[in-house]
């Protein structure tokens, strides 16, 4: 046993950490509920806002989906991901990891969902161009979900 550990210690150093992956990105700016109102409310368009971690199963399940929707509909709605109760590094290497291109904050005490009265992870905000909350989705989204969300929001 004592000759097998020095084996494994290089062979768990050879694999490198999942966080590699990431490393180039900067890190996420951290946000709180009230900060991300007020740059809703400012910025003029439809905004869907994704409550995700890392450490989240289901939020991995959505997160192609996020990204194929945001190539899609990025023109006319902002996408937002705001990382809860996570790292940094772990955050980046989620974010390199499903190529996720739209903008991410950092909420390490899940601020935001505190703020607009959301629970658990992921969770889904619709806002309207004024800035509104027009609907909330608790759990993983599905294409459906998503595109009736979306399609409220742009033509509200």
């Known amino acids: 046993m004592k000759r097998l550990l020095p084996v494994l210690v290089l062979l768990v150093a050879a694999c490198g950490s999942p966080a590699e992956l990431g490393q180039d990105l900067p890190d996420l700016p951290p946000i709180t509920g009230q900060e991300l109102d007020v740059a809703l409310r400012a910025s003029g368009k439809p905004s869907v806002v994704n409550v995700w971690a890392s450490w989240c199963n289901p939020c991995r399940s959505e ?34 990891s499903f190529g996720l291109s739209f903008t991410h904050y950092f909420d390490r005490d899940r ?46």
């Open 63 to 96: 997160a192609p989906l996020l990204t194929t929707a945001h190539a899609e509909f990025g023109e006319q709605v902002d996408f937002i991901g705001v990382d809860v109760q996570d790292t940094q590094a772990d955050a980046k290497d989620f974010i390199a």
């Open 111 to 156: 601020s935001v969902p505190e703020f607009y009265g959301g629970f658990g992870t992921p969770i889904t905000f619709f806002f309207d161009r004024s800035g509104t909350l027009v609907d909330t989705h608790l759990g993983v989204i599905d294409e459906r979900a998503l595109a009736l969300g979306i399609d409220e929001i742009v033509n509200r």
